[in-house]
Every structure is written in structure tokens, then in C-alpha cells.
């Protein structure tokens, strides 16, 4: 797949699940011309039913971009119980979940990976609730990677 098409591909892509008030969580596009989406609709939840609806908005997309719609395979799935947290929104959308973190670096507790109770957001730090440790406030800019965890859903 050229360059061009790839990104043509992607902006029509985006701009469907935009304009379907959903979000974008991770999104591939193989040379074989795999879409494969993973997303989310605010406030939720993302069932089966927006999954279908998200699949035929994208290939309507393709389409629309002239890209043979056909020559493309489109897998949408929901981001399920480990649901990734990317954005300041997400953390405070989740406040009262248990997450999984993983910092860049070393925080002032000699620690990169966190297990809490996620407490939502204040100003650019996130408030997350330790069992040993209590109340700790992390900056959101440091988070190399987060998740829901699903043992505690």
C-alpha cells in the first residue's frame, strides 16, 4: 500500500468514527489493507450493536474516499475490560476504577508500575489510591501506559 493511500485511509477512517461521536483508541492499517479499529463512545457503554454501526460508517468512509471499499477488510472491536486510559478525559471519566499503570520513569517512591484505585485527575496529575502508600498524584505526562483492570470491574 502507497503512503498516500494509507493516510488517505486513515483520515477517513477518523473522521467516521468522529462523526459517529466515537473515539479512536488504537488503529492499524496493514499493506494488506486490514483496518483494524479499536474504539470507545462517551459515555458508553460500546456494545456489539456500535461496533456493527462503526463497521459500516468506516466502509461508507472508504468509499467516500475513493478507496476501493472492497479491497479493504474493517475489524472493530470495543476496547473491552483492560480499557486503555490515554487522556486526561479518560482518567477522570474512570475515577473509582481499579487501574494498572506503568510510568516512563521512577517516581519519588522508587517505582515505575502502580495497582489502585484511580481517583480522577488534578490538574495534570492523576489521583491514584494505593493500598500501601495512600493517595498519590502522578503527572499525567510520565504515564508511559495505563489500563482498567478487569479483575476488579
Known amino acids: 500500500m502507497k503512503p498516500d493511500e494509507k ?3 486513515v483520515e477517513a477512517v477518523e473522521r467516521a468514527v ?25 459515555p458508553g457503554p460500546f456494545t456489539i ?3 456493527t ?20 477488510a474493517v475489524e472493530v472491536e470495543s476496547a473491552g475490560t483492560n480499557r ?13 476504577r481499579y487501574v494498572c499503570m506503568v510510568m516512563r520513569q521512577e517516581t519519588a517512591t522508587d517505582r515505575k508500575r502502580f495497582n489502585g484505585i484511580l481517583r ?7 489521583l ?8 498519590q498524584k502522578l503527572p499525567l505526562s510520565r504515564v508511559q501506559e495505563a489500563q482498567l483492570d478487569a479483575r476488579y470491574s
Not at 486503555?84 to 474512570?94: E, G, I, K
Request: negative net charge; glycine residues 10%; charged residues 30%.
Open 84 to 96: 486503555p486510559l490515554l487522556t486526561a478525559r479518560h482518567f477522570q471519566r474512570f475515577a473509582g
Open 7 to 9: 493516510r488517505k485511509a
Open 53 to 72: 454501526r462503526l463497521n459500516f460508517a468506516v466502509r461508507d468512509a472508504l468509499a467516500a474516499a475513493g478507496l476501493g471499499v472492497d479491497d479493504y
Open 49 to 51: 450493536n456500535e461496533c
Open 120 to 126: 480522577g485527575m488534578e490538574g495534570d496529575m492523576v
Open 18 to 42: 468522529a462523526d459517529n461521536g466515537c473515539e479512536v483508541l488504537k488503529l492499524t492499517i496493514g499493506d494488506d489493507r486490514v483496518v483494524h479499529l479499536q474504539a470507545d463512545a462517551d
Open 128 to 135: 491514584l489510591e494505593l493500598e500501601d502508600l495512600g493517595l
